[in-house]
Structures are given as structure tokens and as C-alpha cells.
């Protein structure tokens, strides 16, 4: 193995959910849903697949849904591109942020991310021979994730290539706020760089607090300098297919797909027509999906809250954190590995998030994706283990 990829084990989330089969217990590790999505979509893959739909599709991705990317962009965020040359489809986000990255850095460029950053970023950053220059979140009094604006400004000099912002965020549930926006794209003028934004969770914001999701490239400016990445396996709970998107000007998606043509070439054909329906579904459906897993929050919060631990209350994502030193751990790892024996749940620490493992070191991640049965049985086998 490569140097550069030694430093990285099995994915924390594939050990997580080993250990929860291993052990069978309640899965509140890695982030999928366990119920299916819309009935008109997986109507439509099933059509597909039975209509000779099921060979290689054009590269960038069949034209149907390069238009209905267009279209939900434009329907929800005001967002304009042009379905043909500002869009590419991609296995998943995963793909889009790898080939992102390898398309936009030169080796030694440097990579603006916070902290605790998705996984795959740290390895595509490595990957592409570029440096991660991570900005610590840390839970603020009133128990929101924030930065300190001075260690974002000195993150960045030059040689950064760009930033690679996620909101909502995983694996802390923050959304960031317009002034935090604002501060990163004032950053990446300054210092011309790219932004890559990745807002798989852009449907799931439960605050107001924030105007709701905003995209950074509808900031003044920072379309131009934005490549924005989304998916449809949270929006349409189907993290299985591995359907994503990447959109912004020409000639970063024309960068993007020059990469992407030699790592996957393309994607499967049947499930992008289907991914098509879906986005085009009426904004009912979108209300509906955020309000289910606000509900889902709001129950998993209560629960942990019952047993004991001191819970960050999520503004968005799949996933709630909390500090398990109310309960006597002083590290997130050891908890998370003993918890399946102790009471049969299983969570995800959030300190291999960080480059720096003491500012996650007490923190743990649940996913709240899931029925509210299921919930209720991991919050009761949490109370008991207390
Ligand atoms: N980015 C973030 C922040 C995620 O949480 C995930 C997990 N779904 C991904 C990217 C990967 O998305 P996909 O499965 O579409 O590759
Ligand atoms: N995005 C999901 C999570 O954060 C799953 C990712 C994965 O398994 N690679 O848990």
C-alpha cells in the first residue's frame, strides 16, 4: 500500500455496523435509513431495469436527470445551470468530492475543512498529494458546534486551493449560519480559491434559526467559484444506489468529469431515471421527509437526554452528538466499543473525525435515520445501561 493511504484503517462506519451485526445490536452507527423512499421512484428503477434501460449511459449522465438536477436546484435554492456542461452525475457525493479534489489540486495545494470533517475527505485530500488545513468545531455554551473566525482566516494562505465546506454537517448536525457563510466566501475571494460544497443533507435543516439551508454559491460572487455537490441517497433514503451530483461553472464540472470518466467512467443506468422522478416529486414530499426526521431528532434527543448524556441538539442531519462524560466515559472510542456489549446499541465516535482526537475525545454520534420503534427500543436499552 502507498504510503500516502497507510495512515488510513477500514472506515470507522464498516467496523461500526460489523460490530453491530457481530453483536446484534440496535444499529445507530453508520447513517442509513431503514425504511425505503418513494414509491414512485423505486416504481420508476424497476421500470427501467425491465425496459432494456441497463446499459453504460452517456458520461456525464443520462440527460433527464441532468435536467431535473437543474430543475430541483433552481426550484429550491434559485439556483441556475445548464443541464448540459454545469452538470455531472457521480457514484454518489463520495465521487464528487473525490474527483473534485484530484481534478482541482496539485500536489502540496492546501485543502480548507473543519473539523470533524466526513471521512473520505482526509483520504481524497491524501489522495490527490494535497494537505488537509482543518478548522477546529467545538461545542460553544449554549451547546452549538462553532469556529473561531481568527483559526478559519489563518487557515487560509498561499497555497490554499479551496474549501471544502459541508452544511449541514456531519458528523456534528450544524447548519452553518449566514455570517459563517459569509466569512468563508469573503476568505475564498480573498484568497482565490474554490469552494467544493457538499450538502447531501440539504433537504434536512430544523431551524429557522438559520433562513434555512443556503446554499454558498448563492452568495454574491461565489457561483462563479463554487462546484456544489449533493446526492440523492439521504434526500431519497437510498444510500445503496449511489446517485450524486456535482454543478457549477463549465470548466470546474468539464475538470471534474475528466476525472471521473477514468475512475468510474459512468453510473448505473437504471437508477438515474428513477433519481429523476424523485427530484421532481412536489415540494410536499420534501416538507413531509424533513418533518419526519425532525420528529425522529426530537425523540432521539429526549432519549439520550433520559439516559443520562449531555446532548448537542442537532440543527440538521441524519445524526445527534453528545458528550458522554455525564456517564462516566472519558473516550468516545472505548464507549463506543464497549456499548454493544453493555446495552446492545451501537454509536460512532466522533473523535476520528478530528485531526486533533482531544477535541472529539468525549463525543459520540447516533443516527436518528431510522423507525421510531427502533428509537424507542435503543433509547430504553440506553436508560437501563445508566
Ligand atoms: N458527504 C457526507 C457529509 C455524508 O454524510 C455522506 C454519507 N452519505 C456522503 C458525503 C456520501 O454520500 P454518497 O453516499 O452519496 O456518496
Ligand atoms: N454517511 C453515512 C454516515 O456518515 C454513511 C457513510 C459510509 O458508510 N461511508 O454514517
Known amino acids: 500500500l502507498v504510503s500516502r493511504m497507510r495512515p488510513f484503517g477500514t472506515t470507522i462506519f464498516a467496523e461500526m455496523s460489523a460490530l453491530a451485526v457481530r453483536t446484534g445490536a440496535v444499529n445507530l452507527g453508520q447513517g442509513f435509513p431503514d425504511t425505503d423512499g418513494p414509491p414512485e421512484m423505486l416504481a420508476a428503477a424497476a421500470e427501467a431495469l425491465g425496459s432494456g434501460r441497463n446499459q453504460y449511459p452517456p458520461g456525464p449522465g443520462i440527460p433527464e436527470l441532468r435536467t431535473a438536477v437543474a430543475e430541483h436546484q433552481r426550484r429550491f435554492w434559485g439556483l441556475d445551470y445548464d443541464p448540459d456542461g454545469e452538470v455531472v452525475i457521480t457514484a454518489g457525493a463520495t465521487e464528487a468530492v473525490a474527483a473534485a479534489i484530484l481534478a482541482l489540486c ?40 462553532a469556529f473561531d473566525p481568527a483559526a478559519l482566516r489563518a487557515a487560509f494562505g498561499p497555497r490554499t486551493r479551496l474549501v471544502l465546506l459541508n452544511s449541514p454537517h456531519n458528523p456534528t448536525g450544524k447548519v452553518f449560519t449566514p455570517a459563517e457563510l459569509a466569512l468563508v466566501a469573503q476568505l475564498c475571494q480573498e484568497h482565490d480559491a474554490y469552494a467544493v460544497t457538499d ?51 463549465a470548466a470546474l464540472v468539464s475538470a471534474v468529469l475528466r476525472v ?37 431528532r426530537d425523540q432521539l434527543v429526549g432519549g439520550l437526554t433520559d439516559a443520562g448524556f449531555q446532548v448537542l441538539t442537532p440543527e440538521g442531519t441524519y445524526f445527534v452528538t453528545a458528550d458522554v462524560s ?37 463525543l459520540v454520534r447516533f443516527a436518528f435515520c431510522k423507525r421510531p420503534e427502533v428509537l424507542t427500543e435503543a433509547a430504553s436499552r440506553l436508560r437501563a445501561a445508566r
Open 326 to 362: 455525564a456517564l462516566g466515559g472519558t473516550d468516545g472510542v472505548e464507549f463506543c466499543r464497549t456499548l454493544p456489549e453493555r446495552c446492545g446499541v451501537v454509536a460512532v465516535p466522533t473523535q476520528v473525525f478530528y485531526d486533533d482526537p482531544e477535541a472529539g475525545r468525549r
Open 199 to 249: 450538502e447531501v443533507y440539504e433537504h434536512l435543516v430544523f431551524t429557522d434559526a438559520t433562513g434555512g439551508h443556503l446554499p454558498l454559491a448563492t452568495l454574491p460572487g461565489m457561483r462563479a467559484r463554487t462546484l456544489r455537490i449533493s446526492s440523492a441517497g439521504k434526500t431519497f433514503s437510498c444510500t445503496g444506489w449511489k446517485v450524486g451530483w456535482a454543478s457549477g461553472p
Open 260 to 296: 471521473k470518466q477514468f475512475l468510474t467512467f459512468v453510473n448505473a443506468a437504471p437508477l438515474q431515471p428513477a433519481v429523476a422522478v424523485a427530484l421532481a416529486l412536489p415540494d410536499a414530499y420534501f416538507t413531509e421527509f424533513r418533518d419526519g426526521l425532525q420528529a425522529r
Open 106 to 145: 496539485e500536489p502540496g495545494d492546501e485543502v480548507v475543512c473543519f473539523e470533524p470533517y466526513y471521512d473520505s475527505y482526509a483520504a481524497s485530500i491524501a489522495l490527490a498529494g494535497a494537505v488537509r488545513r482543518p478548522v477546529t468545531l467545538r461545542p460553544d455554551p449554549d451547546g452549538r458546534y
